[in-house]
Structures are given as structure tokens and as C-alpha cells.
């Protein structure tokens, strides 16, 4: 098992409780209607996310047992919507902070609000993606989707990514995107990532992959962090249970889905570069 070294120099860490459909407990009076699953059971609980983005390197020890595999492989998108909105009309009027990142996705007016096409469009895309419920609302599970798929068209339009003799694993924050490319050629395909959280910035940059543990436990927050691929400090590639279009970000670390990082564990190797540029919207 590895512990992080910064659990033995600040003692003992309180956890907190756990995030209600991948987002901290919101404040009534400063969050009036926060975004939750719209489909009641769907939007699987987690377990609290990833080691803080400050925390000084891992440190390695012997005799940890591997965490858990998923029970099931858990395929459905459910959007997240309003409180407000869930079970209400088959077609919300309601806008998100992701409305004109979608709107410009589908090629409609970009304006940031929604009107009654918009709401067919999005509504017609979820229908199309599976995503449910379809009531188009532009969340963040369907901006997500609405990305990856553009992204398997254009992977970098900005040609953000460097093109090297070697390995470079490419993290697009603004798209929440990465892929891993050697020279011109893509050895890992765009997968959707879930990034940090304000006040947990996932750094920017050139990295290293310098340190890769497989079944790698937090000690802090005393959790699974499988197939983890350490590049910054305390921040890792690094499987997650669940969705990972959620309302709110990692804790530094870039997560990936159970499967995806499973791959992404075979494509990379110690001394690996990685870089990573942008910022997550809304933060």
C-alpha cells in the first residue's frame, strides 16, 4: 500500500461526508436548486474523491490489498437537472451553466438561453445518446457527451497537444478531454476525464508519470483510487465508481472511468510525459 506522506505530517484527517450524486451536501440558502440525478436511483453514489492536489508525493509500503472492482459496469448516462426540474415538464425551460457550450456542440444560436427549439435539439440529442432523462436540459452529462463525440471528429483543434518522438498524454480542461498521442499518432483514444474542482486546479503543464500503483488506497480519505498513475505530486490519472460528468470536479486528480483507466494503465509507463492545458469550465 502506498500512504501519503503529508496523512503522517498533518495527523489525523476528518473525513467528509460523503458527496450527494458526485457533489459536496449544497447550502440551502447559497445553492437554492442544485443539480441532482434526474432519474431516481441513477446517479450512483461515490466515494469521496481523490487525495488534495497539495499533498506531497505517495509513499510506498508493502502489503496492500487490492481495492474493489466494480460489481457492474454502469453504462447509463443520467443527466443531472434542477431539483426543481426533476419529474416536471417533458421539455424544461430552464438553462445550465453548460447551455452554450451544447448550443455551439449542436450548432444552434449561442445565446446562453434556452428557448423551445433549443429544447427539441437537446432533447432530440439525448433520445439519440440514450441519455436519460431526456427533457433537454443542457447539463453536464450532456455537454460531456456532446465533447467526446465532437472530439472523435476534430481531436484538437487548437492543436494544443504537443507533437514529440515520444509519449505524450494530452489533458484538455476545457473540453475535459484527454488522449494519448505519439508524434502524429493517436496509442489511446479521446476519453471524457473529470478534472479539479475550484480550489483543487489540476495543474497545468508538463508532467511525468513517476509513480504507477494499480491498486493504489487513499490514507486520507480512506478510498479505492484504482489503476492510478501519479504525475503531480498528490495528482494521478486514476479510476473512479460512477459517472464522471458530475456538477462538481476531482480534488486535483484526473479522473477517468473504471475501464478507460484500465486501458490507459497499459499504454503508459513510468517516465511518461503528460501536459495539460486550459481550465474547467465554470471554475
Known amino acids: 500500500m502506498f500512504v501519503l506522506a503529508a496523512s503522517l505530517a498533518l495527523g489525523p484527517v476528518a473525513l467528509a461526508a460523503p458527496p450527494v450524486?458526485?457533489?459536496?451536501?449544497?447550502?440551502?440558502?447559497?445553492?437554492?436548486?442544485?443539480?441532482?440525478?434526474?432519474?431516481?436511483?441513477?446517479?450512483?453514489?461515490?466515494?469521496?474523491?481523490?487525495?488534495?492536489?497539495?499533498?506531497?508525493?505517495?509513499?510506498?509500503t508493502e502489503g496492500d490489498a487490492a481495492v474493489p472492482e466494480p460489481?457492474?459496469?454502469?453504462?447509463?448516462?443520467?443527466?443531472?437537472?434542477?431539483?426543481?426540474?426533476?419529474?416536471?415538464?417533458?421539455?424544461?425551460?430552464?438553462?445550465?451553466?453548460?447551455?452554450?457550450?451544447?448550443?455551439?456542440?449542436?450548432?444552434?444560436?449561442?445565446?446562453?438561453?434556452?428557448?423551445?427549439?433549443?429544447?427539441?435539439?437537446?432533447?432530440?440529442?439525448?433520445?439519440?445518446?440514450?441519455?436519460?432523462?431526456?427533457?433537454?436540459?443542457?447539463?453536464?452529462?450532456?455537454?460531456?457527451?456532446?465533447?467526446?463525440?465532437?472530439?472523435?471528429?476534430?481531436?484538437d483543434p487548437g492543436r494544443r497537444c504537443p507533437v514529440k518522438s515520444y509519449a505524450v498524454a494530452c489533458v484538455d480542461l476545457d473540453r475535459q478531454l484527454m488522449w494519448v498521442q505519439k508524434g502524429k499518432k493517436v496509442t489511446y483514444a479521446v476519453v471524457n476525464v473529470r478534472t479539479g474542482r475550484p480550489g483543487y486546479a489540476t495543474r497545468t503543464g508538463w508532467h511525468t508519470v513517476y509513480l504507477r500503483h494499480k491498486d493504489h488506497w487513499s490514507s486520507i480519505y480512506d478510498t479505492p483510487m484504482p489503476y492510478a498513475q501519479f504525475f503531480s505530486g498528490g495528482q494521478a490519472f486514476h479510476a473512479v465508481y460512477g459517472?464522471?460528468?458530475?456538477?462538481?470536479?476531482?480534488?486535483?486528480?484526473?479522473?477517468?472511468?473504471?475501464?478507460?483507466?484500465?486501458?490507459?494503465?497499459?499504454?503508459l509507463r513510468k517516465g511518461d510525459r503528460v501536459y495539460i492545458w486550459g481550465k474547467r469550465p465554470g471554475h
Open 71 to 155: 460489481e457492474e459496469q454502469v453504462d447509463e448516462l443520467v443527466e443531472y437537472l434542477p431539483r426543481s426540474a426533476v419529474g416536471g415538464a417533458a421539455c424544461t425551460a430552464k438553462a445550465s451553466a453548460y447551455q452554450r457550450q451544447v448550443e455551439r456542440l449542436l450548432r444552434l444560436p449561442v445565446d446562453g438561453r434556452q428557448s423551445a427549439a433549443d429544447c427539441r435539439a437537446i432533447r432530440a440529442f439525448q433520445v439519440k445518446e440514450k441519455i436519460k432523462p431526456a427533457v433537454g436540459f443542457a447539463g453536464p452529462v450532456t455537454w460531456a457527451r456532446a465533447e467526446l463525440l465532437a472530439a472523435r471528429k476534430n481531436l
Open 243 to 267: 459517472q464522471l460528468a458530475t456538477p462538481g470536479g476531482s480534488r486535483g486528480c484526473v479522473n477517468l472511468g473504471y475501464a478507460n483507466a484500465g486501458k490507459l494503465w497499459s499504454v
Open 21 to 60: 450524486g458526485g457533489r459536496p451536501a449544497a447550502d440551502p440558502a447559497a445553492d437554492p436548486d442544485p443539480l441532482v440525478p434526474g432519474v431516481v436511483g441513477g446517479g450512483r453514489a461515490e466515494y469521496p474523491m481523490d487525495t488534495p492536489d497539495q499533498v506531497l508525493p505517495p509513499l510506498q
